[in-house]
C-alpha cells in the first residue's frame, strides 16, 4: 500500500488522495479549495499523470471533498465513482449549484473552464452507491490485485451521508476517518468507527490546536445564544447567522426551532433561501433511513420565509427576526456578503459567527471585530463603521481534539497520518499520539511526497 496527498495535506481545503494497494489506483476525495481559484483550487492532479487511476470514493459533499470531482472524472473517464446514497443524492445539488458559481469565477481565467450542468448530470448519473457497513470490492483495470481490495463506508456523523472508509486488502486495513464528528448535533448523530483493529489510520486534524473548553456542548451553546438573540430581538434587532448550505443550515435551523419550541427563544421570522432549502428536502427525505438524535423531525415543518422573495433586503434589518444565509464564510459576492455588509450599518441587529472562519475570508473579519471598529471586507472594498453587535458560538461539526484521540485508541493503529489541519493542529496531534502511544508512527502528510505503508 502506497498513500500520496494530492491536497488537503497541512490545509483544510481540495481534500485528495491517492492510494496505490498491488497496483489498483485509488482516490479518495476530489474537493476544490475555497480561498483559492483557477487551477490553484484544484488539487495537485498532474501528480497522478503516470498512475493508475481506477476508483473515487467520496466522503461526503462539502465543497472541499467533492467540488473538483468533475475535473478529475475530465482527466480520468473511465473511473468508478462510488459514495453512500445521500452523498450522491446531495451531489447532484451542490454540484449543479457549483456551475453558476465557478462560470462567475472563472470569467477571464484560461487556465480552467467551468464544468457545465450537462457534465454533472452524466456524473451523478455514473456513480455508485452503497449503505454504511456494505461491503464492496475494488479492481484495477489495468493491474488488478491478485487479491481482492474490500472497501466499506462508516457513518461520519459530520453531515448526512459523510462517511470514513476502511480499505482491506490481504490481511491490512487502512481506515481514512474524513470528516469526522462523534458527538451528537441538533440532527446527526456520532461517527460509529469500524468494530476492528485497523493497521493503519489517517486522521483529521481539524480541531487539533482548538482547546475543548472553547468547543461547548452543542445544547449547552444553544442556551448562550438563545440568550443573546433575546436581547437583540426584544430591541427590534435583525440576527445574521452565516451559515453552509450544507450541514450547518440545517443543524442551525433546528436548533433555532427547538429552542422556539421550548420557549427558551423568542418566537421569530426564520428566513432561509436557495440551495439550502433544496438540502432541506434531502435530509427529511432520509430521516428514517440514517442514524438521527429525532427521525421524527422535519425540516419542513419549520415555518421560513424565503430570501429570494424579498426585494429590498435591507427591509430585513427593519423588523425582529433571524436569518440564516449562505455562505458560512461571507465569500464576497454571496448573499451573506450582501447581508452582512447591510447588518453592519443597523446598531439594533447583530451578527451571529457559529462555524469555522478562515483567516482570510471576511467572515473572519467580521468574527474579530467588535461594535464601533473600522472593518475593511475585503481589499477592494471601503472600510466602513462596525454599528451592530458581532457574537461568537461554537457549534461544531468536526470531532474535539480528546474525541481524535479516543478514535486512535479505539482503532490502535501501527500508523497514523495526519491530514486536514493546519501547521499548529497537525503538530499537537503528532506530539499527543506519540505521548500516549510510543511506540506507533505518526507521519504529518505533505502534498506530493508519497508514504509507503507496511
Excluded at 474537493?31 to 495537485?44: D, M, T
Excluded at 437583540?232 to 435583525?238: D, F, K, Q, V
Excluded at 430570501?307 to 448573499?335: C, H, K
Excluded at 459567527?353 to 467580521?366: A, F, H, K, Q
Amino acid at each position: 500500500m502506497k498513500f500520496l496527498p494530492l491536497g488537503g495535506a497541512g490545509d483544510i481545503g481540495a481534500s485528495c488522495y491517492y492510494m496505490n494497494i498491488a497496483g489498483t489506483g485509488i482516490i479518495i476525495d476530489a474537493g476544490l479549495h475555497p480561498q483559492r481559484y483557477g487551477l490553484e483550487s484544484l488539487p495537485k492532479f498532474e501528480i497522478l499523470q503516470d498512475l493508475p487511476v481506477d476508483a473515487g470514493l467520496i466522503t461526503h459533499a462539502h465543497q472541499d471533498h467533492l467540488s473538483a470531482l468533475p475535473y478529475l472524472v475530465q482527466r480520468h473517464p473511465y473511473i468508478r465513482v462510488v459514495a453512500t446514497p445521500q452523498t450522491r443524492g446531495i451531489a447532484e445539488l451542490t454540484l449543479h449549484n457549483s456551475v453558476s458559481i465557478l462560470r462567475e469565477q472563472l470569467k477571464g481565467d484560461e487556465t480552467l473552464r467551468p464544468y457545465s450542468h450537462e457534465e454533472v448530470d452524466m456524473l451523478v448519473r455514473s456513480i455508485e452507491w452503497k449503505s454504511y457497513r456494505e461491503p464492496f470490492g475494488i479492481e484495477g483495470y489495468r493491474h488488478a490485485a491478485p487479491h481482492p481490495i474490500t472497501g466499506s463506508f462508516h457513518d461520519a456523523g459530520h453531515i448526512l451521508g459523510s462517511a470514513g472508509i476502511l480499505l482491506e486488502h490481504e490481511g491490512k486495513s487502512i481506515f481514512f476517518t474524513g470528516d469526522i464528528n462523534l458527538t451528537p448535533q441538533a440532527i446527526q448523530s456520532g461517527a460509529v468507527l469500524p468494530d476492528q483493529k485497523v493497521d493503519t489510520l489517517v486522521l483529521e486534524c481539524t480541531h487539533g490546536a482548538t482547546d475543548s473548553l472553547f468547543l461547548p456542548v452543542w445544547g449547552r451553546e444553544a442556551q448562550s445564544m438563545a440568550h443573546r438573540a433575546n436581547q437583540i430581538l426584544a430591541g427590534g434587532g435583525t440576527i445574521l447567522i452565516p451559515v453552509f448550505a450544507l450541514g450547518k443550515l440545517q443543524e442551525m435551523l433546528c436548533t433555532l426551532w427547538q429552542l422556539m419550541e421550548a420557549g427558551t427563544l423568542s418566537r421569530a421570522d426564520l428566513y432561509t433561501g436557495g440551495i439550502g432549502r433544496k438540502i432541506n428536502t434531502a435530509y427529511d427525505r432520509n430521516r428514517y433511513v440514517v442514524r438521527r438524535v429525532n427521525p421524527d423531525f422535519e425540516l419542513a415543518s419549520v415555518m421560513q420565509q424565503d430570501l429570494y422573495e424579498i426585494e429590498n433586503l435591507d427591509e430585513l434589518f427593519r423588523q425582529p427576526g433571524i436569518v440564516l444565509a449562505s455562505s458560512g464564510m461571507v465569500v464576497e459576492g454571496t448573499l451573506s456578503y450582501r447581508l452582512a455588509s447591510l447588518c453592519l450599518k443597523h446598531p439594533k441587529s447583530g451578527i451571529f459567527i457559529v462555524g469555522y472562519m478562515d483567516p482570510e475570508t471576511p467572515g473572519y473579519r467580521i468574527s474579530q471585530a467588535s461594535r464601533g471598529d473600522l472593518i475593511q471586507l475585503t481589499a477592494s472594498a471601503e472600510p466602513e463603521s462596525v454599528r451592530c453587535s458581532i457574537d461568537k458560538f461554537r457549534f461544531t461539526s468536526h470531532a474535539r481534539r480528546e474525541d481524535l484521540l479516543a478514535v486512535v485508541r479505539r482503532l490502535r493503529p501501527s500508523q497514523v497520518i495526519l491530514v486536514h489541519g493546519d501547521e499548529e493542529a497537525i503538530h499537537w496531534m503528532g506530539n499527543a499520539i506519540l505521548t500516549e502511544h510510543p511506540g506507533m508512527k505518526v507521519r504529518a502528510a505533505e502534498i506530493g511526497s508519497m508514504i509507503a505503508i507496511d
